[in-house]
């Protein structure tokens, strides 16, 4: 069992698979971005070690994000292969939409139903705005195609100032008709860029006080460990969430582990790297074990909560999205 020094039990973790992606979004990483040397990337086999020793640990949850996943070849078999490990009762997956479509049968086939589609507009034009790339007709198709199939979707929309602030009604007008989860996300400063974040003004609670002007909300239950804030507008089918990403008001329940897509271990998205498990792995000297060691002694060093973390974070520049698995 991995438990950190605040008495929470880890049984989640974030697991990027590539670091490519085929948008680029303003908030995530710049243009010209550099991707890793696939050598540097964990290949399926490593992973699936990875997998087992986590889950022999207690790790039951993972999330499988990129980049965008599906940019991964045979993402498929890899996933198939890391359902069929003993301990790993849930797997969802994050994606941008754009390639998903055409996996959506052999996703139901595992039964992976859970997905987080990234979505941060309604508008074609201002897609192109936001991802530098021509690809709204896709990810529609791909968000229409999921709730044909009856998939859990949620949609991240990022929330950012003068850019799509004014589609928030719509995006909660969404959960009308369909059973999807409509999930506001304060912007963050992970976009592998110099240039500075100075905070949110749109925070959580201007979120919830600008879907209130329109719409009454009911508030739910949010499930233990739950990273939003979670309601339902009354007669609605679907569901509103916010998550103060900046804000950071959920972290005192954190269950998670982030593990980038060459193998570094993050036990808080705004902290450090703990250590490199793909290094410890390509180390022919290194059991299992060894590898054990080191995640439950990066797990003890784990903060209290993200502003702790970032205060103990080595340099100014936060890393891209991309790369620290989203």
């Not at 941008?96 to 595992?110: H, M, Y």
């Not at 054990?292 to 999205?321: C, Q, W």
């Amino acid at each position: 069992m991995l438990q950190d020094t605040h008495n929470r039990i880890i049984n989640y973790v974030r697991l990027s698979v590539t670091d490519r992606c085929n948008l680029r979004c303003t908030y995530c990483m710049p243009e010209k971005m550099q991707f890793e040397q696939h050598a540097k990337i964990l290949s399926d086999e490593e992973i699936l070690r990875l997998m087992k020793i986590l889950a022999f640990d207690g790790i039951s949850k993972v999330r499988i994000t990129g980049g965008e996943p599906f940019m991964r070849p045979g993402l498929i078999t890899l996933l198939e292969k890391i359902k069929n490990i003993d301990g790993i009762t849930d797997i969802s997956i994050t994606t941008n939409g754009v390639l998903t479509k055409k996996f959506i049968p052999a996703l139901c086939q595992l039964g992976i139903r859970n997905i987080n589609l990234s979505l941060d507009t309604l508008r074609e034009q201002r897609f192109a705005q936001i991802t530098r790339r021509d690809k709204f007709a896709a990810v529609m198709d791909s968000f229409n195609t999921m709730l044909s199939h009856d998939m859990q979707v949620k949609v991240n929309m990022v929330v950012m100032e003068n850019v799509n602030t004014d589609e928030i009604i719509d995006f909660a007008g969404l959960t009308e008709h369909q059973n999807v989860a409509i999930r506001y996300i304060e912007e963050m400063p992970f976009n592998g860029q110099e240039k500075g974040f100075s905070g949110v003004s749109w925070d959580y609670l201007r979120i919830l006080s600008t879907i209130r002007e329109q719409y009454p909300l009911e508030k739910l239950t949010d499930a233990p460990h739950s990273t939003s804030l979670n309601y339902k507008i009354p007669g609605f089918n679907g569901t509103i969430g916010v998550i103060p990403a900046y804000t950071r008001s959920f972290c005192g329940t954190c269950n998670r582990l982030r593990i980038s897509a060459t193998g570094s271990l993050k036990t808080c998205l705004y902290g450090n790297s703990m250590l490199n498990i793909r290094d410890l792995m390509r180390n022919p000297d290194f059991t299992d074990m060894h590898i054990r060691s080191g995640i439950h002694a990066a797990v003890k060093e784990k903060f209290i909560d993200g502003k702790e973390s970032e205060k103990h974070y080595l340099t100014g520049i936060m890393e891209s999205m991309s790369l620290i698995g989203g």
